[in-house]
């Protein structure tokens, strides 16, 4: 992983994200780069700049527009100047086409490889129909997403990977995608089945030998028999002092929200550890 992208509001909580980036792109040796999405259509920024956007003639509107988006770049000029170090380059870039689709764009077009952002783990009424910013880019994104709520940085010694054994094509690339942050950290893993089953030596054998497959060194396997994965998953994380959990999604869009929020979404709203989802669609 070479490139991380934080998408920022200029909160508090970006700010986090994005120190949550620097901390993990120093060992990863990767890049950051920052983006603030505005509400324009993609393209060249320049003629809203300079608030000729709506023709020959210009409005207050677009005066205003103008100067918010002169005044946004300078915010993030400065957040570049303030977290680029000798050891993490930071670029900050203006990116129109709103949120979604900006952030859509940005990753396909730039080799991005992971994206950190900020969470409150609340979703509005609004929301809920499409799903608040975490979740839009959990189901949308071709890239790993890192979601963060907790204001304080906690080093990642341990890594819980949550998996369905019955899915094994998908825990074979998920074993792939987390080997080279865990080797760049040096991190124990912790691989996790939650299951209804009562084979538990089974369950453990095959997480082993898929481990060893996908060539991992440093890792533990356990599995852990309850009905509510969300819940297990997170106490177990909490027990072993994990600084991240990883998981793989099955996030859904459109009318799938009324009937079941993915698991992945789910555990975003309520872990203060930092998770880093996978679309299974995407792998």
Known sequence: MKKILVPTDFSSLSEHALDFAIQLAKPL?????????????????????????????????????????RANKQKLNTLKEEYS??????????????????????????????VVIGTTGEESIQEFFSGNHTEQLIEHLNVPVVSIQDQQFHPIEDIVLGLDIEDEKYTRKAFEKVKVICDALGSTLHVIDVTK????????????????????????????????????LLDYAEGTGAGLIIILSEAKGGLNRFIQHSFATRLTKKSTIPILTVNKAHL
Do not use: C
């Open 29 to 69: 040796k990767a890049s950051i780069e920052v983006i603030h999405l505005e509400e324009v259509p993609l393209g060249d920024l320049s003629l809203h700049l300079s608030g000729e956007a709506g023709g020959s003639t210009v409005s207050h509107d677009s005066l205003y527009a103008a100067q918010l988006l």
């Open 197 to 232: 089953s009562k084979d538990d030596e089974k369950m453990m054998g095959m997480l082993d030998k898929i481990a060893k497959i996908a060539g991992l060194t440093n890792y533990l396997v356990d599995v852990i028999e309850d009905k509510d994965s969300n819940t297990a």
């Open 85 to 114: 170090t000798d050891e993490v380059a930071v670029k900050a870039f203006q990116i129109g086409g709103g949120f979604l689709k900006g952030m859509q764009h940005y990753t396909s077009e730039n080799d991005v490889d992971l």
